[in-house]
């Protein structure tokens, strides 16, 4: 009986460490493993482009931008896992301090005064194009990949041209 309880409690922890791989890959699905959170509660990060709920956004996005309250931690690994309708799915790029005149028109305004702005880039595995095609269903999980957990937060979603 010991020795059922100790293997078990081996492989179940063998089990959840596979499932943080530490890098910026994913055992599974959003949802599934060990749960990445959510952005810092006190940056209220917000997207700003494309619009959140959008059932027009550009096809072929190059960059997500979003502002947060404050500045985000230093060395951080944040970005996003991205989801489309179609089954595809990439990270975006860590997040880049920008200037609210490099955000596209038209944006969402931020609901706090004195943001800060960053961008995302939108690239496939070791930086290689990506395409977001039309007519998809967006989503925009949190990831802190520093940390190899799997995303579960969704922070937005738009709709594809």
Not at 32 to 57: D, F, H, M, R
Not at 99 to 127: E, F, L
Request: glycine share 12%.
């Amino acid at each position: 009986m010991r020795y059922s309880i100790g293997a078990l409690a081996l492989s179940t922890a063998a089990l959840l460490l596979a499932g943080c791989n530490n890098n910026n890959t994913i055992s599974g699905p959003p949802g599934t493993g060990g749960n990445c959170g959510g952005p810092p509660s006190a940056n209220q990060l917000e997207l700003l482009y494309p619009i959140p709920g959008s059932k027009n956004a550009p096809q072929n996005l190059s960059a997500v931008y979003v502002s947060t309250k404050g500045t985000l931690p230093p060395s951080n690994s944040f970005n996003f896992y991205l989801t489309q309708s179609n089954g595809s799915s990439t990270f975006t790029g860590l997040f880049q301090p920008v200037n609210a005149s490099q955000i596209p028109s038209p944006h969402r305004s931020p609901s706090y005064s004195n943001p800060t702005y960053y961008m995302s880039v939108i690239a496939g595995p070791s930086g290689s194009g990506y395409i977001i095609g039309p007519a998809q269903a967006v989503s925009l999980f949190w990831n802190d990949g520093g940390t190899g957990c799997s995303p579960h937060f969704l922070v937005a979603s738009f709709r594809t041209k």
